[in-house]
């Protein structure tokens, strides 16, 4: 981003923390600002194992009843779309009582679908957030003898845009991002993160009854599966590189149907045993790939001597593109071992052509 110092390559990723950490700095200076009359910044807050990190405010403001406190978020070097955002707490003194009340404000969701650790009609706020909010009102309130009833409405300006880049949309989260974070901390390029997201939205396909999911590579994927099985967004997964992380969870937790769509390059890596189909984690095996195409009757040289993934298929036609449906699903099986899942497998061209269908 402009203004930032560029990390230098022998550098070690930033960490940076998630919107719950920021979200309960802002709550702990505006609940003590509101005790106090005085807004803390730096605030300083706990986190659930134990760190006590310090954030600066972005804003303050206060009056009768009630104070707000801004903490704008930092995701280290992670590529989080929330990375930069103002993430704004304001706390109103309750009646006697209530507890602790949670409230989404602009740019945060609400949950309107089962499935996901907070239920329907619910701030869109998770539950280890919410648990280290209500910690930080509760030391508070000891610390100044008081009752600790207090209403907090966590805010987002520009959280209903930024939703649009995440998987808030198809999980039944409506209005804007999800208030996140197990530990507060953000570890950059997560790929527990991305893996996570895959269990919950399998979580949610099942709570809504789904009988077919489909899991992409990427966008043109998943376009045309959902568009050629006319399935709900809700039942559509962000697998990515992450096939192994999707099926090993469906074992567990089983839908009746799944279809994974992808393109060649990643799905030849699917039917070659490949469960991680990041080009930096897997590679096309060409050797077995000319092994295929000889089997099929093509000659096997220029396969083996392509430089790409695409450059045999160009060779080969769309029988191989067949040979490699088969070889995924048959991956997929494995993985699945017995758990009551039927599987398909699409392998779509760049420009949206369905090449094979193996069911």
């Known amino acids: 981003m402009d ?12 960490s940076g923390f998630t919107t719950g950490a920021c979200a309960t700095a802002g709550v702990t200076a505006a609940y003590a600002a509101l005790l106090t009359g005085e807004f803390v910044d730096p605030v300083r807050i706990c986190l659930p194992k134990g760190q006590t990190p310090e954030f600066p405010l972005e804003d303050t403001a206060r009056g009768a009843g009630w ?15 929330t990375h930069r955002a103002v993430i704004v707490s304001t706390v109103r003194l309750a009646q006697p009582g209530a507890g602790v009340v949670f409230k989404a404000g602009e740019g945060v969701g609400a949950v309107t679908k089962p499935g996901l650790p907070i239920p329907p009609g619910e701030p869109a706020i998770n539950p280890v957030p919410r648990q280290m909010m209500r910690d930080a009102v509760a030391r508070l309130a000891a610390e100044h003898d008081a009752a600790g009833d207090v209403e907090i409405e966590i805010s987002v ?16 989260i409506e209005g804007g991002i999800s208030i996140l974070g197990t530990t507060g901390i953000v570890r950059p390029f997560s790929c527990a993160a991305w893996i996570a997201s895959i269990h919950r939205g ?17 966008a043109t994927s998943e376009r045309i599966a959902q568009a050629h099985f006319g399935l709900p967004d809700w039942a559509m997964l962000d697998m990515g590189d992450f096939a192994g992380g999707m ?4 074992r567990a937790h089983p839908v009746d149907r799944l279809t994974i769509a992808g393109g060649f390059g990643k799905l030849t890596k699917l039917s070659q045993g490949a469960l991680d189909l990041h080009s930096g984690r897997s590679q096309v095996d060409f050797e077995r790939l000319a092994a295929t195409a000889g089997a099929l009757g093509f000659d096997p040289t220029p396969v083996r001597h392509a430089n790409t993934a695409k450059q045999a298929l ?16 048959d991956t997929a ?20 052509r369905i090449l094979a269908h193996c069911a």
């Open 314 to 329: 160009e060779l080969t036609g769309e029988a191989l593109a067949d040979a490699v449906a088969a070889g995924a699903r």
């Open 3 to 14: 203004g930032e110092p560029k990390r230098k390559p022998d550098q070690p990723l930033r």
């Open 202 to 218: 399998i979580d949610v396909a099942r709570a809504n009854g789904a009988r077919h999911v489909a899991g992409s590579t990427g």
């Open 247 to 250: 099926l090993k969870y469906l």
């Open 67 to 81: 104070a707000r406190a801004a903490v704008r978020k930092d995701a280290g070097d992670d590529p989080d779309v």
């Open 333 to 352: 099986s494995k993985v699945l071992q017995d758990a009551p899942v039927a599987v398909d497998v699409l392998v779509v061209s760049r420009d949206g």
């Open 157 to 172: 300006p520009n959280g209903r845009a930024l939703a649009q880049k995440t998987w808030n949309p198809r999980l039944g």
